[in-house]
């Protein structure tokens, strides 16, 4: 590591990514038949969690409730990065399927554009009874919110024509839609963008972990070999401390 100043006398730092990462890849077991691959850093569940024949667009989950959810075919949560993935680089289209309205989401990476899954406006849970169904989604990422002490986390609101992030109460009631990550098998010829990178002090920038044109950011685990000068906040985002 080595540290300069520019004419203004900001601080930069100029770090060796092989110094202070270390990137390991999460060995899991995909189950294709449920989780569509649209060329995104994670396969998407086909269905929302808890689907039943009184909730056909699935069930409402407290956050709390959400992230503590375990299951056997390695699949979890998205976290709000995934979901900002799905959100950039797939198309979103107002539709009907089976009765219940939300979006078609298609991918728009090459390769992929023929892959899709639909994301049903199933409203939300307000004393046991739903709220703007057909009309509204309220989903929960992995992601904890602004507020300190595990109160709030965020989540990702659609109607149609608009979308938006929400740091919500976590004791809201709402959608959960599962990500598979990729497999050790799918996961080959993995390149950072960068090898180097210079970061402004209390700035943070985003490093990429590429395997060909899809990024993989959130099928590593990222770890800091010193918290006191670079800290990871969330997958491949890096703040200068």
């Known amino acids: 590591m080595s540290q300069v100043k520019d004419k203004n006398g900001m601080r930069f730092i100029r770090l060796s990514v092989i110094v202070f990462f270390s990137v390991m890849c999460r060995m899991v077991s995909a189950q294709d038949a449920t989780y569509v691959d649209l060329g995104l850093s994670v396969k998407w569940s086909t269905v929302n969690t808890g689907i039943t024949a009184d909730r056909p667009a699935g069930d409402y989950y407290r956050w709390t409730d959400a992230v503590a959810i375990k299951t056997t075919d390695g699949s979890r949560m998205g976290t709000k990065a995934e979901w900002e993935e799905l959100r950039k680089y797939c198309s979103w289209k107002w539709t009907e399927q089976n009765g219940i309205e939300g979006y078609k989401v298609t991918s728009k990476i090459k390769g992929y554009t023929d892959r899709s899954i639909f994301l049903p406006a199933a409203g939300w849970l307000n004393n046991s009874r739903v709220e703007a169904y057909n009309a509204y989604a309220a989903y929960w990422s992995s992601t904890p919110g602004v507020q300190p002490d ?92």
């Open 150 to 241: 595990g109160e709030a986390a965020y989540g990702f609101n659609f109607k149609l024509g608009a979308d938006e992030w929400h740091s919500e109460n976590s004791w809201a009631e709402q959608s959960v839609r599962m990500v598979m990550p990729l497999s050790g098998k799918e996961l080959s010829k993995i390149t950072l963008e960068k090898k180097k990178l210079s970061i402004q002090q209390g700035a943070g920038t985003r490093l990429k972990v590429m395997m060909g044109k899809r990024n993989v950011n959130s099928a590593c685990t990222w770890k800091s070999s010193d918290e006191k000068v670079i800290k990871v906040v969330e997958d491949g985002l890096l703040v200068d401390l």
